[in-house]
């Protein structure tokens, strides 16, 4: 089953197409560059990015699919969330081709893609890694931070998600403040990895006691604000590593945490963690020493461009859901919806 899905819920411009869990063709047009100078995405920017490269990385995922767009079976498109004026882009190019080639349209949302990203083959069909329901998914990006039940294909249950900042949001944010630049996940890393005390200083880790499974993060950032504020830039150059290395292990202590219970809480010991910060070789070591304790497994985004935002993960999503025959009914009222939890279940 070919598939060609979209995406353009943030900061990238993707398209692929997919045949099953198999990427056969894949184009990602990364704004960061256009972004990095503001520290943060800026929504109008991102707009008009995602409109002057859209025809473009369409245009080249097809040519490198090289069979015709008619040999396409379905066409996927991410609903949301993500920015307003960012998914409209994608989500107007794919009514057009489907209207066009006369072609029923699979609605995905952003989640899904980031849950099924583990679970992504390249042309070839490697890696292998079959279907072991049910599974904990952990996303942790720049936009989401969430903990889900998943029982089967398509079926998915929020257990606990953060209710300020994401985690990524928290240490891009940090990486402001420390003049590190956007985005800043991975000098943060960087630097860390060079120090041997990981943390030298405690920052705190909001709501780790909390009965539930929710997160918060924008307490950590505002502590680390104060913390800054009492240093003279000095003594805050020479203490970069380790402040930057000792604000993430409260980043990854929380979430490894609250993973814990959750496997606790679920009996489920088998997680997915994608998004943007599992590119993080420190937190996925932590994750993999957790896992152990459990005798579980924990999968990764298997290729580094899967961790981030594409439109790979979004087309291998669509495939279970046209298992499952969701399409969408009308397409002139195919609209984006911003802010979209993960549906409880789909069927
Ligand atoms: O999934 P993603 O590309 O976009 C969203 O959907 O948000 O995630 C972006 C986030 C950013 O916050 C970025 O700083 C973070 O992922 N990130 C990392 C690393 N690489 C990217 N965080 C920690 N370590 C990294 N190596
Ligand atoms: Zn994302």
Redesign the pocket.
């Given at each position: 089953m070919k598939i060609l899905a979209i995406d353009t819920?943030?900061d990238?411009t993707s398209c692929a197409i997919t045949d099953g869990r198999k990427v056969v063709s894949n184009v990602i047009y990364s704004q960061i560059l256009i972004h990095s100078k503001w520290g943060g995405v800026v929504p109008s920017l991102a707009k008009r990015a995602h409109e002057e490269k859209i025809d473009y990385v369409v245009n080249e995922c097809l040519r490198k699919y090289r069979d015709p767009i008619e040999t396409i079976d379905y066409f996927a498109v991410t609903q949301g969330p993500g920015l307003a004026i960012a998914l409209e882009v994608g989500i107007k190019k794919i009514k057009q081709l489907s209207l066009q080639y006369n072609k029923q349209l699979i609605p995905v949302n952003?989640l899904e893609g980031?849950l099924y990203s583990s679970f992504v083959q390249n042309s070839k069909g490697n890696p292998k890694q079959s279907f072991m329901f049910p599974y904990l998914g952990i996303i942790i990006?720049?936009?989401?931070t969430e903990i889900v039940r998943i029982k089967d294909h398509v079926s998915y249950e929020t257990l606990g998600e953060t209710i300020d900042d994401?985690a990524?949001?928290a240490?891009?944010k940090a990486?402001k403040m420390l003049g590190l630049g956007y985005?800043?996940?991975?000098v943060?890393?960087r630097l860390a990895r060079e120090v041997k005390n990981r943390e030298i200083y405690h920052f705190p880790r909001p709501m780790i006691k909390n009965q539930s499974l929710n997160f918060s993060f924008s307490g950590l950032k505002t502590s680390l604000y104060y913390f800054l504020k009492e240093m003279n830039e000095n003594k805050k150059l020479s203490q970069l590593k380790d402040i930057a290395s000792s604000y993430q292990e409260a980043i990854f202590d929380t979430l490894i945490t609250k993973t814990e219970k959750a496997m606790k809480e679920t009996g489920i010991s088998r997680l997915i963690v994608g998004?943007?910060?599992i590119?993080?070789m420190r937190?996925r070591r932590l994750f993999r020493g957790l896992v152990n304790t459990y005798e579980g497994e924990v999968l990764f985004p298997p290729y580094s461009y899967l961790?981030?935002?594409n439109a790979a993960m979004i087309g291998v999503a669509a495939y279970y859901k046209a298992k499952k025959n969701i399409f969408v009914k009308n397409l002139t009222q195919l609209d984006r919806i911003p802010r979209f939890p993960l549906p409880k279940y789909y069927l």
């Open positions: 819920s943030c990238e952003h980031h990006s720049g936009g989401h994401a990524g949001e240490i891009d990486a985005p800043g996940g991975p943060v890393e998004g943007g910060v590119a993080n937190l961790t981030g935002d």
